[in-house]
């Protein structure tokens, strides 16, 4: 799609101006590096989204924790931004070597991010994998629950993000944990501060729905990421094949309106892989994911 095509076809989504403030039910989008093509780091991403109008941004931990957390506040304080989650600095799919290597690192991690403001960790859950599925359940809900006890201890969550493709469930022979409820329950034999990561493109994807979100309610959805998805076959998914939140067919009005009616109160990230040109300037691919994420919000009825 050429860019001219591109910036059209957001503007064809109802895009108004811009809004700083975060929605008035506690929800506030946070700008992800999906939409800049990686082109801005930290701590210059914390400013572009305050420039721009994001009320929160996504935070990249290990540049952070270099600055610490007295020069990170005061960046926070400056931009006025909230921070949505980071990921865990714990591998807990590979060797014990290199878990227990991440494990080192998580006590002062969790300090960090629970000083700054930013509660919230994610990690990936395998859809598929070599081994077995009682036997990686077995591994992940042990170091899974080491990790989630220090966690626990500075007052962070940890969202498991599922990944609903068809493409997932079969680069390996032995499938594992795709679907939202089997992820929402696994998060809950875990710890009582471990939820999921609620993509949207996940979410469609596995064939969950909004009674998913409403029975997995507040305590065990830990962040959201934000895209849509075009009308395809299964086996012809990619997940780079993401669309601007109201371009496609996920309903994503009932999407909010069940984070809604369960209190969902902190980040949305869009997170749109695929669909920002590789030539677009940063700030102007900020601005289309933050528009386009707002005029769906506006539709579901959360208050901007």
């Known amino acids: 799609m050429l860019r001219r095509d591109f910036v059209k076809s957001a503007a064809l989504l109802g895009v108004t101006g811009l809004v700083s403030a975060a929605p008035s039910t506690g929800m506030f989008l946070a700008l992800n590096s999906a939409l800049t093509g990686n082109k801005v780091q930290w701590p210059d991403s914390a400013r572009l989204a305050a420039k721009v109008g994001y009320g929160g941004v996504d935070l990249n931990l290990s540049p952070a924790m270099k600055a610490g957390a007295d020069e990170t506040k005061a960046l926070l304080s400056e931009t006025k931004m909230r921070l949505s989650f980071c990921n865990l600095p714990v591998t807990a799919t590979g060797t014990d070597e290199v878990f227990q290597r991440g494990m080192a690192t998580l006590e002062d991690a969790a300090k960090f991010v629970s000083d700054v403001g930013c509660p919230r960790m994610m990690m990936v859950l395998p859809a598929a994998s070599q081994t077995p599925a009682d036997e990686l359940r077995k591994t992940l809900k042990d170091r899974l629950g080491a990790a989630s006890e220090v966690l626990a201890k500075h007052n962070v969550r940890l969202g498991l993000e599922f990944l609903g493709p068809l493409m997932f469930r079969t680069r390996s022979p032995h499938e594992f944990i795709w679907r939202m409820n089997d992820a929402v329950d696994f998060a809950k034999e875990i710890g009582p501060n471990v939820g999921v990561v609620l993509d949207a493109w996940h979410w469609h994807h596995s064939g969950a729905t909004t009674d998913d979100i409403i029975r997995a309610g507040k305590a065990r ?25 109201g371009e496609g067919v996920i309903d994503l009005v009932g999407f909010f309106r069940a984070l809604k009616q369960i209190g969902y109160e902190d980040g949305v990230s869009p ?21 386009a994420s707002l005029a769906v919000m506006r539709k579901a009825g959360i208050a901007i």
Request: charged content about 30%; proline content about 9%.
């Open 271 to 291: 997170e749109v892989l695929g669909r920002i040109p590789a030539d677009m300037p940063a700030e102007e691919g900020a601005k289309l994911g933050l528009d």
């Open 221 to 245: 959805i830990v962040t959201i990421h934000l895209s849509d998805a075009a009308k395809m076959a299964p086996e012809d998914v990619k997940d780079n094949q993401r669309l601007l939140p």
